[in-house]
């Protein structure tokens, strides 16, 4: 299974340090955003993916439909219609919108080769991380289901064999994330996501 290697950035910084990001846009902003006082960027690595599988029911019923289409050529326009519309009613919930860095405001500037970053005002990050707080561990325990996610291809893959990864590789990252978020909010900071 080639799955491409796409990690997901998080930077927090202060509404007005925002034109400072874009001006630096062509350099790495792991080198020049922590030098801004007050900010912080991380990244949790590739595990945006399962986590936002296990935390999001709305991204479970994204992958099935894109899987379902990819794998399945011949697929009748009825079914396809069907899952369309599951799709539409599903709503975008706040931890899939936090993870993945759903946004409509973006920074166009900022574009590693990954399509632009997304920006969160203040407002919503705190919205954004109430709902991370909110998230237990435990609900993405009970998502978990090795057979389906080997069968869907969701990232890393062997989820059959390597029975630890949701303690060693997602839920850590998840900490981190949530921890991430909450410094924000108290911060009353800008929270901006980007895939490199």
């Given amino acids: 299974e080639g799955f491409m290697s796409i990690v997901a950035n998080y930077a927090r910084l202060a509404p ?5 990001l874009i001006a630096q846009a062509s350099a790495d902003p792991h080198s020049y955003i922590p030098l801004l006082p007050g900010t912080e960027v991380i990244d949790i690595d590739q595990s945006w993916g399962p986590m936002a599988w296990l935390a999001s029911s709305t991204k479970r019923i994204e ?13 009748d326009e009825a079914f396809i219609a069907e ?3 599951r799709l539409d009613a599903a709503p975008i919930d706040r ?7 759903r946004s409509e405001k973006r920074i166009e500037a900022l574009d590693s080769g990954m399509g632009s970053a997304a920006m969160f005002e203040p407002s919503q990050v705190q919205e954004l991380s109430t709902a991370l707080l909110a998230l237990q561990d435990s609900t993405l325990r009970s998502a ?3 057979q389906l996610m080997d069968e869907m291809q969701v990232f890393p893959g062997y989820w059959e064999e390597e029975t630890d990864l949701l303690d060693t590789y997602i839920l850590p990252n998840l900490h ?6 909450a410094a924000a909010a108290r911060a009353q ?8």
């Avoid at 007005?16 to 400072?20: A, L, R, S, V």
């Avoid at 931890?95 to 860095?101: C, K, Q, S, T, V």
């Avoid at 981190?176 to 978020?181: A, N, T």
């Avoid at 900071?189 to 490199?196: E, I, K, L, S």
């Fill in 16 to 20: 007005t340090q925002i034109p400072e």
């Fill in 63 to 75: 992958d099935e439909h894109n899987w379902r289409v990819m794998s399945d050529p011949d697929l």
């Fill in 83 to 85: 899952s369309n519309a």
């Fill in 95 to 101: 931890p899939l919108i936090a993870i993945e860095g």
């Fill in 144 to 146: 978990l289901n090795p």
């Fill in 176 to 181: 981190k994330l949530r921890d991430f978020y």
């Fill in 189 to 196: 900071q800008a929270v901006v996501v980007w895939y490199t």
